[in-house]
């Protein structure tokens, strides 16, 4: 599973800054920057909230996929 480029590309198609996206999840911007590098495994409380706060689905979050997919999925999400 490669959870930390799902966090990232989360992080950058809903066009927000590493610092921010941290500060809302209330963790350091520094385990953030591990956490999209997968040199940290987030909690399942933590991918809850990633879920919540981003609207996407934990699925997402976990699951291998191109990125072409995950465009397609973060788009009909936001529908």
């Given amino acids: 599973m490669n959870i930390g480029k799902n966090i990232k590309f989360v992080r950058i198609a809903r066009s927000v800054k590493q610092y921010d996206m941290a500060k809302s999840l209330g963790i350091s911007q520094n385990y953030l920057c591990l ?19 981003y609207d996407v689905s934990l699925p997402f979050l976990v699951a291998d996929h191109s990125p072409a997919e995950a465009v397609y999925v973060l788009c009909k999400d936001k529908k």
């Fill in 35 to 53: 956490l999209e590098n997968n040199k940290r495994e987030p909690s399942l409380s933590l991918l809850k909230k990633i879920s919540d706060v």
